[in-house]
């Protein structure tokens, strides 16, 4: 990644971060109308700044272990870090983005979930691995008809899990990261992150 996204990537955390011990010690019920008044303020661009949103997001969170992002979109990452551009392979760029995004939720012991509009592309194999290492779900939504009972019932059980499976020393491993892999592949010890009901 070239070093003025990485700059760019450290100085919208760092942003986050300042605002999170700001704003995030007080209780909800004391903002409710200072958050309704800007939810309301917002005005669709026709861009989707995902990537921005979703590491704004774990910034705020950082040392509230357990906690859950939900990122909801309608479209495709199209502007700003972790931009995905169009149909076709995920650039280098942003596939870095999203590991390293996964990466720090799964640190900070936060979960994401995805909720995504029938009908629409938002890339779900590019954002799917967030979801898969930090014990979220995805779920597709018909605007007409929205169910979120199964992103409230999936709760996180666990977090910082380590899974460690040995076998016989007869037996190996396949298709694992060989820094995974221990006592000649018959042993696998793997950070899994979050853990959900869903994922247990």
């Known amino acids: 990644m070239v070093n ?5 990537y450290d ?3 760092n942003f986050a971060r ?3 011990n700001l704003n995030m010690n007080r209780p909800l019920h004391t903002a409710y109308d200072q958050v309704t008044a800007a939810v309301k303020g917002l005005m669709p661009l026709s861009c989707t700044a995902l990537g921005p949103g979703l590491l704004c997001s774990l910034g705020l969170l950082q040392g509230r272990r357990g906690s859950r992002v939900i990122l909801c979109t309608d479209g495709l990452a199209n502007v700003g870090l972790g931009s995905l551009g169009g149909s076709g392979e995920v650039s280098a760029p942003a596939r870095e983005f999203y590991e390293r995004v996964g990466d720090l939720a799964v640190e900070c012991g936060l979960s994401i979930s995805i909720i995504t509009v029938e009908g629409n592309a938002c890339r ?3 954002l799917g691995p967030l979801t898969d ?3 979220g779900t995805i779920i597709r939504v018909n605007p007409a008809n929205v169910d979120l009972s199964e992103i409230t019932s999936n709760s996180l059980i666990a977090t910082d899990v380590i899974l460690k499976v040995i076998m016989h020393e007869g037996l190996v491993f ?3 990261d060989s820094s995974h892999l221990h006592n000649n592949g018959s042993i696998l010890i793997k950070q899994v992150g979050s853990v959900s009901v869903n994922n247990e």
């Open 18 to 20: 300042e605002r999170s």
């Open 124 to 126: 779900v194999d590019a």
């Open 174 to 176: 396949e298709h694992q």
């Open 4 to 8: 003025k996204s990485s700059s760019n």
């Open 11 to 13: 100085e919208l955390l």
């Open 133 to 135: 290492r930090t014990g």
